[in-house]
């Protein structure tokens, strides 16, 4: 069975990098960074998204939360959101989203207490497994497990 090959350099290439950064309003308050949609198209379900910011103090956990977005089929307008996945602050987390199109988007919210943040995504295109293989392995592993379960029974 094909498995990924995570650890090889090749095989992950730096597709987004940006900083954004709240307006002051005054030296105290500002405007919080709004929502944002990365344009770009992602072919590749295997991502690794990481957050930073100088200004997180340390018990802050949330660095963002992202969403796949899909377009409707035959629309130029309306689009299909699925599930949000929260990335760390200051952490880059691996994410596989589910296979639902060939190509997406991602919307990134920001939490509101966040005055900076910057969001570099890499994305994965080495061997990846296809569902079917992978439910394949499975299948065959729990006949190997029964067959053993079985002989000692």
Known sequence: MPEFQLQDAANWEKVYDQSYQ???????RYTPIPPFVISRLF???TLLIATD???ALAHWRLGVRVQMIIDAPSTDFVQIDTNQISIPINRG???RFPKLSTLYRLRVEVPKWHRTMRVT???YSGTEASDTETLEFIREDLQRLEG???SLL
């Open 121 to 123: 995504i890499w994305e």
């Open 53 to 55: 910011s100088s200004e």
């Open 148 to 150: 053993k379960v079985n």
């Open 43 to 45: 072919p590749s379900h």
């Open 22 to 28: 709240g307006s002051a309003i005054t030296p105290t």
């Open 93 to 95: 987390l691996l994410v």
